[in-house]
């Protein structure tokens, strides 16, 4: 059983392009509404069909994919960036005004189609880095620099030294550094054991730079970690730090003073579930998208747009019968590291975790400079698959993608999005996605058209990632491609193998350690 707070009260539905102002008591989800305990979809064989669903057709995917339309995905990611800018820090960070507004809403969209999806909230708590303010000089010069979520404060000032390798030995920290500030690659591990390490070799703060073109920020993870507290931890370009290992290899000594004071606080938030109340619950077909941002920016492609594109496909599913039970997971706390799916996910019963069939995540869908890319479910490209019947669903997108006349790629099968813990747990899972931070080559630029050697989102958890920036043709795709997969599962799971078989793909995927967050945001890698 979840352990949920179950809605007990209908909501007013909010226009698509209601404003934050509409619902500024939001920022308190626990005022005005009544709840109650308990997870209200129970483990059993068959359906539990009632009177919303009984008279109507059955899901078609034609007709799905067609009520799937730009308006309406615009018209709705507008109104998350009207909630981001109705407060005064500009985004929907997980536990702010603009975050616990978009609950709301969603609540409100999903509880206005007469019944069709029982809707919870399921709230949990979490350490959550809510901006920083900061400065970097270098030999007394102000310099650019970028910041960690997380990072330690202070106003440090020490000698650079330059770490061995990438930083991720403790014998790669020199005992030069104690008092002083350490200089380290990007790559090979996560920010935050750079930063812990750093501070276990007695460093004042730390300097990472970046390993392709570009500056560098990122988030160092939520602490506490065992190898140490982090020290004040700033990001440099890859020209910066090349020029400032250069020159100190050369015999030159070069000082940093680092000034940083991180708001780092704890904050309640929600998952918002909701389950279609026909189709057979032992095999329940499960969707999901992350609702929050970071704190740099409103988060209208990450992950406005999947937030919305499965909201959308939501709306216009309750036209329709299903034969599996349809479950939409808009999770909270992505960005802090998956924190609402592996809450979800760890809440459940092993009979709860045996009824969901199959998880599909949809995080970043609507990239500016964007690749049409599929989750390698297989292990075909990155040599690291899902769980047994993710080749399956692969294939299905790969499918999906050619009948629309568009080329596909595979993107990494690797953990760092609300996938990770239903893969974990043997849940077979797929999806796609269109780019973040990661540069487009020149043969993604023949496929996919755009420009080579941009990011493929350059908004990517900035202040940019607006509805300005969306590519509404890749938003209209992907999102009819989740009209498809919800018509396909939702109908059938004939295509996968059979239920309860938990042995993954291919070689690669078993037993792998959890990584801390996704897109390459959350790791050096």
């Not at 040599?383 to 006349?405: D, H, L, M, R, T």
């Amino acid at each position: 059983m979840l352990d949920v707070m179950k809605l007990a009260v209908a909501i007013g539905a909010f226009a698509a392009s209601a404003t934050a102002s509409a619902v500024a008591g939001a920022v308190d989800l626990r005022g005005g509404y009544g709840y109650g305990y308990g997870y209200g979809h129970g483990h059993g064989g068959g359906g539990h069909g009632n009177k919303t669903c009984k008279h109507k057709p059955l899901v078609n995917s034609k007709a799905l994919q067609a009520s799937i339309r730009a308006p309406a995905l615009l018209n709705g990611s507008q109104t998350l960036l009207n909630f981001a800018y109705s407060y005064p820090d500009r985004n929907r960070l997980m536990g702010g005004g603009g975050h616990n507004a978009t609950v709301k809403y969603l609540v409100s969209q999903l509880e206005a189609l007469d019944g069709y999806y029982t809707v919870e909230l399921q709230p949990f708590s979490a350490v959550v880095h809510a901006g920083a303010t900061f400065s970097l000089f270098i030999d007394g010069a102000n310099t650019s620099a970028g910041v960690f979520d997380y990072t330690g404060s202070g106003d440090v000032t020490g000698t650079l030294v330059v770490v061995a390798n990438q930083g991720c030995e403790l014998t790669d920290y020199p005992s030069t550094l104690s008092g002083n500030i350490a200089l380290i690659q990007r790559g090979a591990c996560e920010f935050g054991l750079k930063s812990a390490y750093a501070g276990a070799s007695g460093a004042k703060g730390a300097l990472i730079y970046n390993n392709i073109p570009g500056g560098l920020d990122g988030t160092l993870g939520v602490p506490p970690r065992p190898e140490g507290d982090y020290v004040p931890t700033l990001g440099l370009s890859q020209d910066q730090g090349a020029e400032l290992v250069a020159s100190i290899a050369a015999g030159t000594t070069h000082n940093a003073t680092l000034i940083v004071d991180a708001q780092v606080e704890n904050r309640t938030t929600h998952n918002v579930l909701a389950t279609s109340n026909c189709g057979a619950l032992n095999t329940t077909l499960m969707l999901g998208a992350h609702t929050d941002s970071v704190a740099a920016g409103p988060g209208i492609n990450d992950d406005g747009s999947g937030t919305i594109g499965i909201l959308e496909v939501a709306k216009h599913l309750a036209k329709y019968r299903v034969n599996n039970a349809v479950r939409f997971g808009f999770w909270s706390g992505e960005e802090e590291g998956d924190l609402g799916s592996n809450h979800y996910v760890d809440s459940l019963s092993p009979a709860g975790l045996a009824d969901i069939r199959a998880y599909l995540n949809f995080d970043m869908i609507a990239s500016p400079n964007f690749i049409h890319a599929i989750y390698d479910g297989d292990g075909s490209s990155f040599n690291e698959s899902g769980p047994a019947g993710s080749g399956e669903i692969e294939k299905f997108f790969e499918e999906y993608f050619v009948s629309a006349g568009e080329n596909f790629t595979a993107t990494a099968f690797d953990g760092r999005s609300d996938y990770a813990p239903f893969i974990e747990n043997g849940i077979p899972a797929g999806g796609t996605f269109t780019g973040a931070e990661q540069i487009k080559t020149a043969e993604e630029a023949l496929q996919f058209g755009g420009t080579a050697g941009e990011p493929t989102d350059a908004n990517y958890h900035g202040p940019g990632d607006t509805v300005d920036n969306l590519d509404v043709g890749a938003f209209v795709l992907h999102a009819k491609g989740i009209a498809a997969s919800v018509a396909k599962y939702a109908t059938s799971f004939e295509s996968l193998p059979p239920k309860g078989l938990k042995k993954r793909s291919v070689a690669g995927g078993v037993g792998r350690k959890r990584r801390a967050g996704k897109k390459g945001r959350k790791t050096a890698i």
